[in-house]
């Protein structure tokens, strides 16, 4: 047992790597992706840290190259959950008992290993397994996956040392235990920093954890998890298995020693978890935490104070980046008559100018949607838009998927604040427009407020400073992320802590130290230094 405090490095945001021809990030990235390409991976479950193929396997397959095949991974089934629970449960102690600087290293090693050795690795891997250019790779799989391992490391540490005040005699003190159980962590395919974080910051806190990715994002996942296996993460810590949704919950919510779930994912499933957890919760040795984010129906007002540019650029960006393929991205927008006409017409012609193809070619701003499910249901929005008298199609509108499952960066006009494009969670390249009486300006919030079940994010853009702070007020529960000035996606790990209400989750926050006392359970220990020796006190004496 060592007699010292230590100390870590204050964490900064990882640099983002600009891919410029001739760089030697571009150079290496090329080489990575080719290298993927080249052989078809056999991708096993990691349960106990043992690798565990069952020979049913999935394949994997480039969104935006559907015949070429990556590789294959290995289903599993309910007694795969079991094993990994029960590997999880036999871990448990002794990772709880590991001293917090020999946790922490792991973790900022894998940082380390991510921002050095495995850089090319983890975008070639998210670039080909998810359908992001190189940017969005970079800012996802290798940034801010970086600042969550590095960031979470600084902000457990300043958890850890807050400690209560003792009074004369009396020693106070607070232990910081991690739960008592096991922790599930569901994660989503499109953000690979958030299929990392979600089990690692579980599992920083002294946690044991089963993780299940979504089948899309398998490829990224399983490297990740190898390289927390080099950093030295032990045998049971993170169980990585490939199960479906149902026969995860199935299991784990069925389990006395479940202890919580870290989830990101739809609203509809994070309900019926949260449902089920109730109906079994007399069976729990512990109430779960039930931390989940679900999404959003994100919006864009501008006032019509608004500078044209810089409205048309965060559409742009907002809507389109990543396929729209973010919790966050802007899906509805709400443009002053004053200046609509000149935005969606300089829009219009930014989309125009929008290539769409491969992850490859490092021109291409658009890439395909995540699978043929999703294809379809955008396909359908834009369809029934084509059909009403309410809406019309102003960009875009043109999909195919003969070769990746590619949608055109489309925008829907329409003359009914309350259409269902304005109102439903579409998470694809579709952003729907309202213009408003440049003179009804609080009016309008009040329809932003009012239009959608969801409030993760929303930005206000104006120059006038009074019509921003009417935004930010009447907005307030409307976003848990709110922007101004700016498109409402690009959190930053350290800058933005990510999360919204309503529909759109317990706004835990990643990237803060709000979501890691989630995976922590305080213990109070007051010891008295002298003892008193009689139980009566001063007052019972007589005068």
């Not at 309503?502 to 003892?531: F, H, I």
Request: with cysteine.
């Amino acid at each position: 047992m060592h007699n010292a405090y230590f100390n870590f490095a204050h964490p900064a945001n990882e640099p983002v790597m600009s891919f410029a021809p001739g760089s030697p990030e571009r150079d290496a990235l090329k080489k990575q992706l080719a290298a993927f390409k080249a052989t078809e991976q056999d991708i096993p479950m990691y349960i106990g840290g043992k690798e565990v193929r069952t020979g049913k396997t999935v394949d994997i397959r480039p969104p935006h190259e559907i015949k070429h095949k990556l590789g294959h991974f290995h289903a599993g089934d309910a007694s795969h959950v079991t094993d990994a629970i029960n590997a999880a449960l036999a871990a448990r102690q002794q990772w709880a008992d590991t001293p917090w600087e020999h946790r922490a290293a792991i973790f900022l090693k894998a940082a380390e290993l991510l921002a050095t050795k495995y850089r090319a690795h983890t975008n070639a891997a998210t670039m080909l397994g998810q359908s992001k250019n190189a940017y969005q790779a970079e800012i996802d799989s290798a940034c801010e996956l970086i600042d969550f391992l590095r960031f979470n490391v600084h902000y457990l540490t300043e958890i850890y040392r807050q400690q209560p005040i003792s009074s004369p005699g009396v020693h106070n003190r607070l232990e910081y235990r991690p739960l008592e159980g096991f922790v599930l962590a569901v994660t989503p395919f499109n953000f690979s920093a958030i299929g990392g974080n979600l089990p690692t910051s579980a599992a920083m806190c002294g946690n044991v954890v089963v993780w299940k990715p979504a089948n899309t994002q398998v490829f990224h996942a399983s490297f990740f998890m190898k390289v927390l296996m080099e950093a030295g993460l032990p045998d049971g810590v993170i169980n990585l298995v490939y199960a479906s949704g149902p026969t995860i919950g199935d299991v784990c919510f069925a389990h006395p020693d479940f202890a919580g779930i870290h989830f990101t994912g739809s609203t509809g499933v994070f309900q019926t978890m949260w449902k089920t957890i109730g109906n079994n919760i007399a069976r729990y040795k512990t109430y779960p935490r039930i931390v989940g984010e679900t999404g959003g129906k994100d919006f864009v007002i501008a006032h019509k104070s608004a500078d044209v540019d810089t409205v048309v650029t965060a559409l742009a960006r907002g809507a389109f980046e990543y396929q729209g393929q973010k919790c966050s991205a802007a899906s509805r927008a709400y443009l002053p008559s004053n200046i609509a006409e000149e935005i969606k017409t300089k829009l219009t012609a930014a989309l125009k100018s929008m290539k769409m193809g491969t992850t490859e070619d490092f021109s291409n701003f658009i890439n395909a949607v995540i699978d043929e499910k999703s294809f379809d249901k955008i396909a359908s929005y834009i369809d029934n838009a084509k059909k009403d008298p309410s809406a019309k199609i102003i960009a875009g509108g043109n999909y195919n998927k003969s070769e990746g499952y590619f949608i055109e960066p489309t925008v829907i006009e329409t003359t009914d604040p309350k259409y269902i494009t304005m109102c439903e969670e579409i998470f694809g390249p579709v952003l729907s427009i309202y213009v408003y009486d440049a003179e009804k300006f609080e009016e309008t919030l009040e329809v932003v407020d009012s239009t959608s079940t969801y409030a993760l994010t929303g930005a206000v853009l104006g120059q006038d400073r009074y019509a921003l702070e009417l935004a930010t007020t009447k907005l307030r529960n409307a976003a848990g992320n709110f922007y101004i000035n700016d498109k409402p996606t690009g959190a930053v790990v350290g800058q933005q802590p990510f999360g919204g209400a309503r529909a759109s989750g317990t706004n835990d926050k990643a990237g803060s130290q709000l979501n890691l006392y989630r995976w922590l359970s305080a213990r109070t220990v007051k010891e008295t230094l002298v003892p008193p020796t009689d139980y009566r006190y001063p007052f019972l004496q007589e005068a």
